[in-house]
């Protein structure tokens, strides 16, 4: 079958990126064609972000300083190489009619939405096309959402938004979420029913992901405590360093050692590169503890098996923590700033006989879902 996957556009996330990857990966091993559509955001020119810099200073007295596209390039390098070996996509695509225009000339029999916060508000380039609006007259190709996410659990579509997407989505013939939340708002919101399956980088287990890393050269990584932070505060710095000191073993990191420019114009971008994807992969299979207030960071903790702490990341949604570590009775592990911290928090060992087990049953499910979804006729 000849399958497209829409979500969101790939830049350097890697939770992002990891998930378009695991999606292609399995479907293609189903025995189909596939193929990304590279939807982007709309592009901006270098000189709309000096203007924009000088508006954000003058007006509010505020340094905000935007890479250029060539900056842009040399910090997304590592990423852009790994998308580019391992998925095969379209040339980027920046608007409604290209889409439509795109699937008018290509002989798709499939498209599959997800997964990662594609029906999060304000996160895709365009909501509406997220539950297929450009394809809205096509009756030909089968829409099959699986695991999309809305990433918090309380509904922030505007009221005419939401009837466009309640009518868009009863034409989808197979729909799928990954949180618990997913399947209520889905019933509530846009009066459907959703399956509630695996985040699709679970349907990969451990030794495909060392495939792509080979493990025959040691790092200097290994046995020390991985933080994979999104959001730095002082309470995450905090629980940092009694980790650091309790467990009495060196910090590393999985990110640039800077993320935002200080000046308008950088002669060295070196410290701005993100890290490979095999690189940040292997940091998890390296580390003995892990701390992250990523969910994708707290998956890639339970692949490998590891000993972790979530920090929930409420302003990035909390439901997809809840909703996870719920299931496979991992809740312990979640911390927010009101969580009393005792040693407990770092002595308490995982049981993943237990939660493997878990976890099996529901990837067994999941992947039978997203096959079936494919396979049948209706």
């Known amino acids: 079958m000849k399958i497209a996957i829409l979500t969101l556009p790939l830049y350097t996330n890697y939770g992002g990126n990891l998930q ?29 972000k000096v203007l924009s810099t000088l508006k954000q200073k003058v007006m509010y007295q505020r340094n905000a300083f935007y890479f250029f596209d060539k900056e842009q390039a040399i910090i997304n390098q590592n990423h852009e190489e790994f998308i580019n070996s391992h998925i095969k996509r ?7 009619e290209q889409l439509v225009e795109y699937f008018n000339i290509n002989s798709f029999e499939s498209i599959i939405v997800g997964s990662d916060q594609v029906w999060r508000f304000e996160y895709p380039p365009k909501i509406e096309n997220y539950f297929l609006e450009f394809l809205e007259k096509n009756s030909s190709i089968k829409k099959i959402a699986y695991a999309a996410s809305f990433g918090i659990d309380n509904w922030n579509y505007t009221n005419h938004v939401t009837e466009k997407v309640r009518k868009l989505v009863q034409k989808f013939n197979y729909i799928s979420v990954r949180e618990v939340s997913g399947v209520q708002l889905c019933k509530s919101k846009l009066y459907i029913e959703a399956k509630h399956v695996v985040d699709p980088t679970l349907l990969l287990n451990s030794e495909e992901y060392l495939k792509i890393i080979g493990i025959n050269e040691k790092t200097n990584n290994e046995g020390k405590i991985l933080a994979y932070i999104l ?3 002082a309470f995450k710095t905090e629980i940092i360093s009694k ?11 999985a990110q640039p ?14 410290s701005y590169i993100y890290p490979s994807i095999e690189h940040w992969i292997r940091s998890f299979y390296d580390a003995s503890f892990i701390v992250t207030d990523s969910f994708h960071g707290t998956v890639f903790a339970i692949i490998f098996n590891k000993p972790f702490i979530s920090i929930i990341n409420k302003e990035r949604g909390a439901s997809r923590f809840e909703s996870l570590l719920g299931i ?15 040693h407990d928090l770092f002595e308490n060992r995982i049981d993943y006989n237990k ?9 067994a499910y999941s992947y039978n879902e997203l096959k079936t979804a494919l396979i049948d006729k209706e």
């Open 20 to 48: 378009a990857y695991a999606l292609y990966t399995i479907l293609t091993k189903m025995g189909n064609d596939v193929e990304l559509i590279n939807y982007r955001h709309k592009q901006v020119s270098d000189f709309r």
């Open 90 to 96: 379209s040339s980027p695509i920046y608007s409604t």
């Open 231 to 233: 959001d730095d505060n």
């Open 243 to 253: 980790i650091k000191n309790y467990l009495n073993k060196d910090i590393f990191i």
């Open 257 to 270: 050692v800077r993320k935002s420019k200080k000046r308008m114009f950088e002669k060295n971008l070196k």
């Open 328 to 342: 496979l009775g991992l809740v312990d592990r979640m911390i927010d700033e009101d969580t009393i911290i005792t």
């Open 355 to 363: 939660v493997n087990s878990l976890l099996n049953e529901w990837i």
